[in-house]
């Protein structure tokens, strides 16, 4: 491997929109499923991704440039996450969520579901269905039903702003 | 994205979320409500938020009889400290005032009110959950013998995720009222669809008398421990030992306490846990003791942690930290931190009957939430 030789080794990326990225493989190894790739040997020419987009796949690298770079400090680390994570909106959070899953990156997975989490925590019912694309499937009176039974924790909610 | 959004991906950001925002979106839509309510989900959630530690906080203030509960978020480095505080609502009525913890296990409550007197058709026992504001009580005991009685409760469950109270009921000699009678008689309460109590009829091998009141029971790994003395006889002094109820195998046990508190004139004013390790605080007339297990079930692993080193009059301990920081009363002056390696006390700012503070671990669930199963 790179650190071994002393050539640092590139590896190519192509996201399922077509574009196509250089990472080092030091850096792209935080990602088990491109490390299973690289491991078996079908890391040599352009390593397609077939489940994330372009822009997606951008900001991925550059989570994986950042956190490598830093040496095995969790303290450090964590307020990278933190700061990574600070300025994204759900649905970039949200593909990313999946990319990560896709990737197998543990790490990036845990940071950016428990912001998703941190996200969510005040909104409305309806926020989420919108941002989830969830269909409600309560009859009026169900929906109702439900929501006087749990009446105190509709209290504190914000108000939607769609952001 | 939308419906593509993978069923485990989801609960992998949901069960990072506290209880009361999920309640709320069992709102969202039937398949959200079934996730968040069902039992594999619920344990998960569990799961991943028993790391934080948050502590279950009741007293009584000083002229009023009613319980308070708060909820108090412990700071994460093991030592004392309260980052935040908050009341807790009571939803229901309790017949009688002073109620007790009976235990805190997985996010429930189970409290009784017959520390003094039971009046067998008014429910004495509920098991609460604070966090879904959800609570059940419990239908009468069976075990109600005429004769006066000392009944000794337990709250737990592990593995089988069946919750269980085990009520041991010693009947006093009629010859000679400070001695009960051994075997008490045993019954034990499910939280399953069928939530009744029934008799424990074998296996009831019990020849230790245990404490009822609060500081003297610990709960850990699925087992119940109370502080408790082996009867006199003609031969042997009254000494103290643990008594030590499974609830999983639903059997009872002792653990033998340190050689030095096992001694005729010693006093046990605790018994706690730290760590996952029992702690048992012990008087030698002299000082007070702080010991630990530190091999469960292994009686030489019992090591003295320090000696409080203190002039004032301990009433009664109350919690540990992990950092072996007690919290306890001392007579005319309240509840105090102790710091072993300081030998300072300092004022916690939590006020109250002296008597009626009692601690012990909570952690927030969906357990027994409404609409589950």
Same mark, same amino acid.
């Given at each position: 491997?790179?650190?071994?030789?002393?050539? &640092?080794?590139? #590896?190519? #990326?192509?996201?399922?929109?077509? %574009?196509?990225?250089?990472?080092?493989?030091?850096?792209?190894?935080?990602?088990?499923?491109?490390?299973?790739?690289?491991?078996?040997?079908?890391?040599?020419?352009?390593? &397609?991704?077939?489940?994330?987009?372009?822009?997606? #796949?951008?900001?991925?690298?550059?989570?994986?440039?950042?956190?490598?770079?830093? &040496?095995?400090?969790?303290?450090?680390?964590?307020?990278?996450?933190?700061?990574?994570?600070?300025?994204?909106?759900?649905?970039?959070?949200?593909?990313?969520?999946?990319?990560?899953?896709?990737?197998?990156?543990?790490?990036?997975?845990?940071?950016?579901?428990?912001?998703?989490?941190?996200?969510?925590?005040?909104?409305?019912?309806?926020?989420?269905?919108?941002?989830?694309?969830?269909?409600?499937?309560?009859? &009026? %009176? %169900?929906?109702?039903?439900?929501?006087?039974?749990?009446?105190?924790?509709?209290?504190?909610? %914000?108000?939607?702003?769609?952001? | 994205?939308?419906?593509?959004?993978?069923?485990?991906?989801?609960?992998?950001?949901?069960?990072?979320?506290?209880?009361?925002?999920?309640?709320?979106?069992?709102?969202?839509?039937?398949?959200?409500? =079934?996730?968040?309510?069902?039992?594999?989900?619920?344990?998960?959630?569990?799961?991943?938020?028993?790391?934080?530690?948050?502590?279950?906080?009741?007293?009584?203030?000083?002229? /009023?009889?009613?319980?308070?509960?708060?909820?108090?978020?412990?700071?994460?480095?093991?030592?004392?400290?309260?980052?935040?505080?908050?009341?807790?609502?009571?939803?229901?009525?309790?017949?009688?005032?002073?109620?007790?913890?009976?235990?805190?296990?997985?996010?429930?409550?189970?409290?009784?009110?017959?520390?003094?007197?039971?009046?067998?058709?008014?429910?004495?026992? *509920?098991?609460?959950?604070?966090?879904?504001?959800?609570?059940?009580?419990?239908?009468?005991?069976?075990?109600?013998? *005429?004769?006066?009685?000392?009944?000794?409760?337990?709250?737990?469950?592990?593995?089988?995720?069946?919750?269980?109270? $085990?009520?041991?009921?010693?009947?006093?000699?009629?010859?000679?009222?400070? /001695?009960?009678? $051994?075997?008490?008689?045993?019954?034990?309460?499910?939280?399953?669809?069928?939530?009744?109590?029934?008799?424990?009829?074998?296996?009831?091998?019990?020849?230790?008398?245990?404490?009822?009141?609060?500081? /003297?029971?610990?709960?850990?790994?699925?087992?119940?421990?109370?502080?408790?003395?082996?009867?006199?006889?003609?031969?042997?002094?009254?000494? /103290?030992?643990?008594?030590?109820?499974?609830?999983?195998?639903?059997?009872?046990?002792?653990?033998?306490?340190?050689?030095?508190?096992?001694?005729?004139?010693?006093?046990?004013?605790?018994?706690?846990?730290?760590?996952?390790?029992?702690?048992?605080?012990?008087?030698?007339?002299? =000082?007070?003791?702080?010991?630990?297990?530190?091999?469960?079930?292994?009686?030489?692993?019992?090591?003295?942690?320090?000696?409080?080193?203190?002039?004032?009059? *301990?009433?009664?301990?109350?919690?540990?930290?992990?950092?072996?920081?007690?919290?306890?009363?001392?007579?005319?002056?309240?509840? $105090?931190?102790?710091?072993?390696?300081?030998?300072?006390?300092?004022?916690?700012?939590?006020?109250?009957?002296?008597?009626?503070?009692?601690?012990?671990?909570?952690?927030?669930?969906?357990?027994?939430?409404?609409?589950?199963?």
């Amino acid at each position: 491997m790179a650190a071994e030789t002393g050539t &640092p080794t590139t #590896l190519t #990326l192509k996201s399922n929109d077509d %574009e196509l990225f250089s990472v080092a493989e030091s850096a792209a190894i935080l990602s088990v499923t491109i490390r299973n790739m690289v491991e078996d040997g079908c890391a040599g020419g352009v390593i &397609p991704l077939d489940n994330v987009d372009g822009k997606t #796949l951008a900001s991925v690298i550059t989570y994986m440039n950042g956190i490598s770079a830093i &040496p095995a400090d969790e303290e450090k680390k964590k307020s990278y996450r933190d700061k990574f994570l600070s300025d994204k909106d759900f649905e970039t959070l949200a593909d990313m969520v999946l990319a990560a899953n896709y990737l197998n990156m543990s790490c990036l997975m845990d940071a950016v579901s428990a912001k998703i989490a941190q996200v969510m925590e005040k909104k409305s019912v309806g926020w989420v269905r919108r941002k989830f694309g969830i269909e409600n499937d309560y009859t &009026p %009176e %169900e929906e109702a039903a439900v929501k006087e039974e749990h009446k105190w924790t509709f209290e504190g909610v %914000e108000t939607d702003d769609d952001n | 994205m939308s419906d593509y959004f993978p069923a485990d991906l989801l609960s992998e950001i949901l069960v990072k979320l506290p209880v009361k925002t999920l309640i709320r979106f069992t709102a969202v839509s039937k398949s959200w409500r =079934s996730i968040i309510t069902s039992a594999a989900f619920i344990a998960s959630h569990l799961s991943n938020n028993s790391e934080n530690q948050t502590l279950l906080l009741t007293r009584h203030g000083k002229h /009023c009889k009613l319980d308070q509960f708060s909820l108090l978020k412990a700071s994460e480095n093991g030592n004392f400290g309260i980052n935040s505080s908050s009341e807790i609502e009571i939803p229901f009525e309790f017949p009688i005032d002073y109620s007790r913890i009976v235990g805190s296990c997985d996010g429930l409550v189970c409290l009784s009110n017959d520390m003094f007197f039971r009046n067998p058709s008014i429910p004495s026992i *509920i098991i609460w959950n604070p966090s879904v504001r959800n609570h059940i009580v419990l239908p009468n005991p069976t075990i109600n013998p *005429i004769e006066s009685h000392n009944v000794v409760l337990g709250f737990g469950g592990l593995s089988s995720n069946v919750y269980k109270v $085990v009520r041991l009921v010693y009947v006093r000699k009629i010859d000679d009222v400070g /001695c009960l009678s $051994v075997p008490p008689q045993v019954e034990i309460f499910s939280l399953d669809a069928r939530r009744s109590w029934r008799r424990l009829i074998g296996g009831v091998d019990v020849t230790l008398w245990a404490l009822k009141s609060m500081h /003297c029971r610990a709960y850990v790994n699925g087992v119940v421990h109370w502080l408790a003395y082996k009867p006199f006889d003609e031969n042997q002094p009254r000494r /103290c030992s643990i008594l030590a109820f499974d609830f999983d195998n639903e059997v009872f046990g002792e653990v033998m306490p340190p050689d030095e508190l096992a001694k005729e004139a010693s006093v046990s004013l605790g018994i706690f846990v730290i760590e996952d390790s029992l702690v048992i605080v012990g008087s030698n007339m002299v =000082s007070w003791n702080v010991w630990m297990m530190k091999e469960y079930c292994v009686r030489e692993s019992w090591t003295k942690l320090y000696t409080i080193d203190l002039l004032e009059e *301990i009433t009664n301990f109350v919690w540990f930290w992990n950092s072996g920081e007690a919290l306890l009363t001392i007579r005319d002056l309240g509840l $105090v931190v102790y710091n072993p390696e300081t030998k300072e006390t300092k004022d916690p700012g939590i006020y109250g009957d002296p008597y009626s503070f009692f601690v012990d671990n909570y952690v927030e669930s969906l357990v027994l939430v409404r609409g589950h199963g």
